[in-house]
T-cell receptor, first 110, second 115 residues
Framework: AQRVTQPEKLLSVFKGAPVELKCNYSYSGSPELFWYVQYSRQRLQLLLRHISRESIKGFTADLNKGETSFHLKKPFAQEEDSAMYYCALSPNTGGFKTIFGAGTRLFVKA | DAMVIQNPRYQVTQFGKPVTLSCSQTLNHNVMYWYQQKSSQAPKLLFHYYDKDFNNEADTPDNFQSRRPNTSFCFLDIRSPGLGDAAMYLC??????????????FGPGTRLTVL
């Protein structure tokens, strides 16, 4: 079955500390992986995608096919990073289905 | 600004009374999606349209229907809402760029309450 698991519902870190939001997936093929973010009172929006291999707002994510993980990392968290983060998977078989994880709420304390 | 708009933002209906949620987009994207998101859960895809082609997820109840009269508008109809249908309903769009997995642009959502 295709599934995305985010084991932490809530992650709280201090400003300036490193942060890692975990994402594990279950999929037999080679999926496309995404991180979406929802800031307070804003809509859900794309943060970054695996295929782009870029850093957005200091965040990076590496696809580890051996561990079937796509963890989101940032070396120094900022207060404005506080938000809800969703990991998502699209099967690499064409089509438009996207499977979301349940999300992790990141709280960055001053 | 090009965007995805959902109306209304909050909808209250009675048990069993049909309700329609609306989504419009100015992005001219050819794919439109409807998601259901219950509290503390992942957004769950109900169905999507690729242009006029309707694609229903296998586990979407028959109680949920959708219409897309043109590129810009898409509607979610709940024929007989039950208490379990209370949720946030998210509309999203994407452009088929020929690559697997396309960035989706979300509306603000409609929160449905069923009394």
């Amino acid at each position: 079955a295709q599934r995305v698991t985010q084991p932490e519902k809530l992650l709280s870190v201090f400003k300036g500390a490193p942060v890692e939001l975990k994402c594990n997936y279950s999929y037999s093929g080679s999926p496309e992986l995404f991180w979406y973010v929802q800031y307070s009172r804003q809509r859900l929006q794309l943060l970054l995608r695996h295929i782009s291999r870029e850093s957005i707002k200091g965040f990076t994510a590496d696809l580890n096919k051996g561990e079937t993980s796509f963890h989101l990392k940032k070396p120094f968290a900022q207060e404005e990073d506080s938000a809800m983060y969703y990991c998502a998977l699209s099967p690499n078989t064409g089509g438009f289905k996207t499977i979301f994880g349940a999300g992790t709420r990141l709280f960055v304390k001053a | 600004d090009a965007m995805v708009i959902q109306n209304p933002r909050y909808q209250v209906t009675q048990f069993g009374k049909p309700v329609t949620l609306s989504c419009s987009q100015t992005l001219n994207h050819n794919v439109m999606y409807w998601y259901q998101q219950k509290s503390s859960q992942a957004p769950k895809l109900l169905f999507h349209y690729y242009d006029k082609d309707f694609n229903n997820e296998a586990d979407t109840p028959d109680n949920f229907q959708s219409r897309r009269p043109n590129t810009s508008f898409c509607f979610l109809d709940i024929r007989s809402p039950g208490l379990g249908d209370a949720a946030m309903y998210l509309c999203a769009t994407s452009r088929d760029g020929g690559l697997p997995g396309n960035e989706q642009f979300f509306g603000p959502g409609t929160r449905l309450t069923v009394l």
